[in-house]
């Protein structure tokens, strides 16, 4: 399966334990494609999506259009998880550049990557 980094893509996540999120939803993929078309890697890495407003960098908004969301909608960041590609349900289109950059802002404030030695 080759999934670009921002495509959108509809995934059973359950089951689930406590705050993660759950159900089927539609998920941003932010693993590297080659990874993710690599069939000696079975999992790749999302990024749950709510329809429920966020606040700050780790709940950048997405709009609907092109992407497959229908709806203003929120990533989820802290809900950054990895899933075996047989949970993907459907694919869909990509978010915007713009989109993906808030994404990518938010992982790394989320993982500490952006913090300088």
Not at 43 to 66: D, H, W
Request: hydrophobic letters at 40%.
């Amino acid at each position: 399966m080759r999934l670009d980094r921002g495509t959108v893509v509809l995934v059973e996540l359950d089951p689930t334990v406590g705050h993660e999120q759950r159900g089927v939803r539609p998920c941003v993929a932010v693993s590297d494609p080659a990874v993710n078309a690599d069939q000696r890697f079975p999992l790749i890495a999302v990024v749950p999506v709510t329809g429920t407003p966020g606040e700050g960098a780790l709940y950048p908004a997405l709009s609907p259009g092109n992407s497959g969301l229908t709806k203003k909608s929120y990533a989820l960041i802290d809900n950054l998880r990895s899933i075996d590609k047989r949970r993907v349900r459907r694919v869909f289109d990509s978010v915007t550049s713009d989109e993906l950059v808030a994404i990518d802002q938010g992982l790394e404030l989320f993982l500490g990557l952006a913090v300088e030695l």
